[in-house]
Nanobody, 125 residues
């Protein structure tokens, strides 16, 4: 499956952005979908995951209560709503598709098979 992330940009601290991840090539309805981010010089960090059915969502500690992941099966798209943003949220954000079953790699990049190209998010103080 091909994934295209979009919606990044420059936002002031306290502001909001919504990222989109549009899938093509096949439906993602049977995949769990995740968002990760990577800042310069740092490892790729888990942000959020939504189950194939959309009923289970988990978040990284750094974004709990501020970010929300959702999916629209009709549009074959996954979203990441980011609120109350902080300068430390600055990074390249990636969406990824993985197998529906959760396990020890649920929050690890190795738990996902297909990746989008990334979209830059910059939060100014």
């Amino acid at each position: 499956v091909q994934l295209q992330a979009s919606g990044g940009g420059l936002v002031q601290a306290g502001g909001s952005l919504r990222l989109s991840c549009a899938a093509s090539g096949r439906t993602i309805s049977s995949y769990a979908m995740g968002w990760f981010r990577q800042a310069p010089g740092k490892e790729r960090e888990f942000i959020a995951r939504i189950s194939a059915g959309g009923d289970i969502r988990i978040y990284g500690d750094a974004v709990k209560g501020r970010f929300t992941i959702s999916r629209d099966k009709a549009l074959n798209t996954v979203y990441l709503q980011m609120n109350s943003m902080k300068p430390e949220d600055t990074a390249v954000y990636y969406c990824a598709a993985g197998p529906p079953a959760s396990g020890p790699t649920t929050k690890a990049p190795s738990g996902y098979n297909d990746w989008g190209q990334g979209t830059q998010v910059t939060v100014s103080s």
